[in-house]
């Protein structure tokens, strides 16, 4: 769709369209939405349980698998709605799968063991990523992020090298140094003090309090629970179990890590998908066709292919309504392809393998993001396209 259609679209009827859909979603939200998330958490527990129970026998890729996608499945599917307050407004539900409790404090290690701590997860992930799609903000944005690498890195083979190395790491080296500097800064401004120019690689030094948190709170910590302590709890089969265990978790790190790279990345990246010089200030309407705009689904429909993706191939769905149970955005996603038809607006959604190429794209530079100057997506529409 080109720069000047999008001009004409009609925010206000947009707006309403959207929000018509919503608000009818929100009286469906229950009890099966509860029990649609157990059988879900259910799955990735099982996948975790068969590859600790078969891992200690031999390294081997099926166990290392299915403890990769026990551990995909606790971040995507269960942490990532929940902190989202996506079944806050269940009643009668256990504490624990309520924002306000979920990984908090003690429980992190029982309700998401993982590098990322649930405060900083929030405010990169939830508040930023969300809410500054595709804008310099916005700390997930490749076409920001990456913008050194084509400048930089001249060899073009040398390029594809670094982002394999980031997506089988990213986790550790991408999004703990991001989530922790990203809340120590909203820490910063809540009280007021000036805002630091704090470099990336600062987060990893024990002398800053980022830096501290970064160690103490992700990285050594996750690293005694998931490559110590569980490897361990296999001493009683012998040394060769112990090690076994050590290795199949190392290859489950990796596998998550490629995982997760395959599944997040492509979701706002290609040549075909939309950033933003400035802030969104255009309101609701304004709003939502950015997240149409800068985003993609991958193939949507049953639990498991959705279970295999981890809910994030609803992306244009979950960037509109992030705080909607998982279950809802199977049923709503034929209305938003329909509501986008109406409007004229592109509904990308295409095999998540293909969405890879194109953000690999990006990511070394041979293609480019689409881009629009601030008064094409301010301005009041001059034509409705209904």
């Known amino acids: 769709m080109s720069r000047s259609k999008i001009h004409y679209v009609d925010r206000k009827l947009l707006e309403k369209d959207l929000d018509d859909i919503y608000n009818a979603t929100r009286q469906c939200i229950g009890s099966e939405d509860f029990q649609h998330l157990k059988k879900l958490e259910h799955w990735g527990r099982l996948c975790s349980l068969a590859g600790y129970a078969s891992s200690w026998i031999v390294p081997n ?109 990213w986790k550790l080296f991408y999004y703990v140094p991001k989530t ?7 820490l910063v401004r809540k009280q007021r003090k000036p805002v630091p120019d704090m470099p990336l690689k600062n987060t990893w030094s024990f002398f800053s309090p980022e ?21 361990l709890l296999f001493f009683p089969l012998g040394q060769v179990a112990v090690f076994s265990v050590l290795l199949n978790s190392l290859m489950a790190e990796i596998m998550t890590n490629l995982h997760t790279f395959l599944m997040i990345m492509p979701n706002h990246t290609g040549d075909d998908l939309y950033v933003f010089d400035k802030k969104c200030t255009g309101g609701r309407g304004e709003f939502y066709l950015r997240q149409i705009i800068g985003s993609v689904n991958y193939r949507t429909g049953s639990d498991f292919n959705d279970f295999l993706h981890g809910w994030l191939n609803y992306q244009i769905e979950h960037h509109l309504w992030p705080d909607l149970p998982l279950l809802q955005y199977q049923r709503l996603q034929p209305h938003v392809k329909a509501v986008c038809e109406k409007h004229g607006l592109p509904y990308r959604q295409q095999s998540v393998f293909k969405r890879l190429l194109k953000a690999i794209d990006i990511m070394v530079g041979r293609t480019q993001m689409q881009t629009m100057d601030q008064q094409a997506y301010t301005s009041e529409p001059l034509v409705s396209v209904v």
């Open 61 to 169: 890729p099926l166990s290392a698998f299915l403890i990769s996608q026990g551990n995909f499945s606790r971040w995507t599917i269960l942490t990532h709605p929940i902190s989202h307050k996506g079944y806050d407004k269940i009643t009668g539900i256990p504490d624990r799968y309520n924002s306000r409790y979920f990984a908090r404090g003690w429980r992190r290690f029982i309700d998401w063991p993982d590098w990322i701590t649930s405060a900083g997860w929030h405010q990169e992930h939830d508040v930023l990523h969300h809410y500054h799609l595709g804008e310099k903000q916005d700390p997930d944005c490749l076409h920001h992020n990456l913008s050194w690498l084509a400048d930089f890195v001249k060899p073009l083979w040398l390029r594809y090298l670094l982002v394999a190395l980031t997506a089988a790491t």
């Open 180 to 186: 922790h500097k990203e809340l120590h800064l909203s």
């Open 211 to 231: 830096g501290k948190a970064l160690w103490f709170e992700s990285v050594i910590p996750y690293t005694g629970f998931r490559f110590v302590l569980l490897p």
